[in-house]
């Protein structure tokens, strides 16, 4: 997803060194095979699509309501293009974007579908073979009525992205009402051959199990439920999301999976983020938050990999979840790549977990409680 929010804004123990040697080079060794295109992925739960363990969220492409400043221009258009060919270079393949990310309706410049649309059309014209799994998603807006609506939207979505279908299209938040008319029209887009498989996202235990069963009366699979989740933002634990996307064979996409980088040991009490994450990441939470930063990177040396790289691996050791980090830049893109093709220890993911307890978890999306 993701939109944030704030009151502003609606918008252990550790192996031998010798079995810490074996496990690097093991990952060394993954990470030569991901950045040279192999394949490494999931199944996005009981249908047949497949992506990479790791995404790429596309929510600051084209956007200056949240990301950016509040600016956009050429230098910031051609880091973004940078960021889409490293990851394809890198092998993650898995981009996810939505009809309101860089819109007018969320006050954007530019509209994320229309950049990931040129972007992924510019790549075809150099390698005709290359794939690229889009994700999207239909805004819940109070006055889009019935089923067809949904498919409307997914029209004019596929009309920027420049594509004929997608392979995963998603509720983005439940609406208001209407939500049997908006499953059904996800059932539909699947008939119609428009997506290859569906989604949901924001959604809470209740509305995720009535989605699912309504689907299944379709005979069709709900894929994935996305949501916040990151170290510190653990909700989907605690809610009963996590629990119920493993029993039903539901992935967990998580957005906001470095919690819009504050976990990533940039930010520091002198130094906050800018814009909207300043309110919610302040130097007061950014204080508390120093000694799991620091025993992050303690990890990440070990293993030669950075707190970014540690974080999202956290994740993924979670199994049953593929994170979707935003890339702004080439930098950021190669980064991510390198969180996959090893693995944290148990001791480690049980640490970490223990140490992000003792920090009060932000504000997150408040249509997940509905």
């Known amino acids: 997803m993701a939109l944030q929010v704030t009151g502003a804004n609606f918008s252990l123990l550790k192996n031998s060194r010798r079995t810490r040697k074996g496990i690097r080079a093991v990952a060394s060794e993954e990470s030569v095979i991901i950045q040279t295109g192999g394949e490494d992925k999931v199944k996005l739960g009981g249908s047949d699509l497949k992506v990479t363990k790791l995404g790429i969220g596309a929510w600051s492409w084209g956007d200056t309501s949240y990301w950016n400043n509040f600016e956009w221009d050429d230098r910031k258009l051609k880091a973004a293009k940078t960021a889409f060919d490293a990851s394809v270079d890198s092998g993650i393949t898995f981009f996810d974007t939505a009809e309101v990310y860089g819109s007018k309706l969320s006050f954007g410049a530019v509209n994320s579908e229309t950049l990931l649309g040129r972007f992924i059309k510019e790549r075809k014209q150099k390698d005709p073979g290359v794939e690229v799994a889009v994700a999207t998603k239909f805004a819940a807006l109070p006055w889009r009525l019935g089923r067809g609506s949904v498919i409307s939207a997914l029209k004019d979505s596929l009309g920027r992205l420049n594509l004929s279908s997608v392979e995963l299209y998603q509720l983005h938040w439940p609406g208001l009402w209407g939500n049997e008319d908006y499953i059904n029209g996800l059932a539909d887009a699947v008939e119609q051959g428009l997506v290859k498989a569906v989604g949901v996202s924001n959604y809470s235990e209740k509305r995720l199990r009535a989605a699912y ?11 994935s439920n996305q949501v916040n989740y990151s170290l510190i933002y653990r ?20 957005y906001s999976p470095i919690a819009q980088g504050a976990l990533t040991g940039k930010y520091t009490p002198a130094n906050p983020p800018t814009g909207p994450r300043g309110r919610i990441y302040t130097p007061e939470f950014l204080t508390e938050l120093q000694p799991l930063v620091n025993r992050i990177k303690d990890i990440g040396q070990s293993y030669n990999k950075t707190p970014t ?21 080439a930098e950021q893109a190669k980064e991510f790549a390198g969180a996959i093709g090893w693995k944290l220890t148990d001791d480690e993911i049980t640490e970490l977990r223990s140490l992000a307890s003792k920090t009060k978890p932000v504000m997150g999306f408040p249509v997940e409680k509905l």
């Open 235 to 254: 909700i989907p634990e605690e809610n009963g999301v996590k629990a119920t996307c493993d029993e039903l064979g539901i992935t967990l996409i998580a």
């Open 309 to 329: 790289q540690v974080v999202l691996n956290w994740l993924v050791s979670q199994e049953n979840v593929v994170p979707i980090p935003g890339a702004k830049n």
């Open 213 to 223: 069963k309504q689907l299944k009366s379709r005979g069709i699979p709900l894929a």
